[in-house]
């Protein structure tokens, strides 16, 4: 089938694509690749992808394109259903003889939902999706394909059995083929890493039981199923060559230190192509293993440390203790590393006072870069039955953003209200960056380069009027 994979056009800056894992509107503007679309669209020959967000694209070039396709794979996310809904809709309009599917975590978990509030959709895919999707581009009954809920002649929707987790995860072919044929990778944005970067997963899943992650709970498991190093390392050398101008690989996945020998085995690989890398970390990598990856080119770290309290740890089944995260942080500043630390506000056992210890935590370890979230209870996890159970989410909130996209405080506690849980997110970026030391460190790193003072201004440019947006919701 002349197949359509589509990221849909949003509120304007709002990175909700098929790669990132919060779907709002940031501080700064950022764009993930897409990466969960571009891995089916590499199974399809003859495919296109438009990530339609970051291209800036409206809806006109997509409604002509559509004329002359017959499947169109739409990724969504919980804050975008409704809209992503309306640009089905319109695709339908143009093409009455499409048909269209839905991917991604909120129509895995929510099949049966999604499909009744979603006329023009003909079918969802249930979590992993890659071979669903090549198998209905390539024109297999849906009464015959596992994984997904479908709409029949007569209306019924219909359940289909499950399909198998992919174990050989080497069988894929490489995203970046698609990257190179159908995206622009300087439309790719993130603040925290060299610009252009470049984005690809090693493995899927992760270990870790954190209530309130969402891929691992929805569509990528608690196994750690991973590429070979040999692999990993022939994508990234053939990225090297079709991007000879991209100055960051990112290894996107859940927790890549997961495997700490396969980790230093990857690093080992990157360090004979001399390329500069980061990845996701949880805070508890010792030493050792840091020292490997540094000496291979490791530039930074994402680590989600999310708390500074550890009772706020326990709730959300981090398995981590802030001694280890403070000793982890430590051998990262002696070693040279890099790090961006993301924090969340509001989740369960939330106080005024524990905001404050996380703060106060925050600055004493001092991260190269920080984000703070709002605790956001996306369907499938457990922290949003949590959520329902106790009546800490109200409906009204459960889209998890506000009209213009930007992430709002859908929880509430009895002792802690929505505002105060949405005014700390403020509160923290002025008490961790407005402080004398971080100042003169950014001033410093400024100072020392052109490049780097051009874009920490636009940065701050995009940061204040982010606040202004914040105000008027």
């Not at 802690?416 to 460190?441: D, N, Q």
């Not at 020392?448 to 940061?463: A, C, D, I």
Request: charged share 25%.
């Amino acid at each position: 089938m002349r197949t359509l994979f589509l990221q849909p056009p949003s509120f304007d800056g709002f990175d909700g694509g098929a790669g990132s894992r919060y779907q709002a509107k940031r501080e700064i503007k950022s764009f993930w690749y897409p990466t969960w679309l571009a891995q089916p669209a590499a199974l399809v020959p003859g495919s296109r992808l438009i990530d339609a967000p970051p291209a800036k694209m409206g809806m006109d070039p997509i409604l002509e394109d559509v004329k002359n396709r017959d499947l169109v794979v739409m990724h969504t996310s919980t804050p975008s259903f409704a809209s992503d809904v309306r640009v089905a809709q319109m695709l339908k309009d143009a093409n009455p003889k499409l048909m269209i599917g839905m991917v991604g975590a909120k129509v895995a978990v929510q099949p049966m939902e999604s499909m009744e509030k979603g006329g023009p959709i003909d079918f969802v895919a249930r979590n992993e999706f890659d071979f669903t999707i090549k198998e209905i581009a390539e024109g297999k009954p849906l009464a015959e394909v596992d994984g997904i809920t479908w709409r029949n002649e007569k209306g019924e929707i219909i359940a289909n059995k499950d399909r198998a987790m992919i174990e050989d995860m080497d069988s894929l072919p490489f995203v970046t083929e698609v990257y190179k044929r159908d995206l622009n990778i300087n439309d790719y944005f993130i603040g925290y890493l060299k610009h252009p970067y470049i984005s690809i997963y090693t493995g899927r899943g992760c270990k870790s039981r954190c209530t309130f992650c969402l891929w691992p709970q929805t569509v990528g498991g608690h196994r750690y199923r991973t590429r070979s190093p040999e692999h990993v390392a022939a994508e990234v050398r053939l990225a090297k060559q079709y991007f000879p101008e991209v100055q960051e690989f990112m290894f996107d996945d859940d927790t890549f230190t997961d495997d700490l020998p396969r980790a230093e085995a990857i690093a080992r690989e990157m360090g004979k192509l001399g390329v500069t890398w980061s990845c996701n970390a949880k805070a508890n990598v010792p030493y050792e293993t840091l020292k490997v990856l540094k000496e291979n080119g490791l530039r930074l770290l994402l680590v989600g440390y999310e708390s500074g309290n550890q009772q706020i740890l326990h709730n959300i089944k981090k398995g981590m203790r802030v001694e280890t995260a403070k000793e982890f942080t430590r051998n990262c500043h002696k070693l040279g590393i890099k790090i961006h630390g993301t924090f969340i506000v509001g989740l369960p056992g939330e106080t005024k006072e524990t905001i404050q210890e996380t703060i106060e935590f925050a600055k004493e370890i001092n991260p190269h870069t920080l984000q703070v979230s709002l605790a956001a209870p996306y369907p499938g996890t457990f922290l949003h039955k949590q959520a329902t159970e106790n009546g800490w989410l109200n409906e009204a909130e459960a889209e998890l953003i506000d009209e213009s996209g930007v992430q709002i405080a859908p929880l509430h506690y009895p002792h802690l209200s929505h505002t105060e849980i949405f005014e700390s997110v403020e509160e923290f970026y002025r008490k961790f960056y407005f402080r004398g030391s971080k100042i003169a460190s950014i001033v410093n790193e400024m100072v020392r380069s052109p490049q780097m003072m051009k874009r920490r201004l636009r940065e701050g440019v995009e940061f204040f009027q982010f606040l202004k947006d914040r105000h008027a919701a």
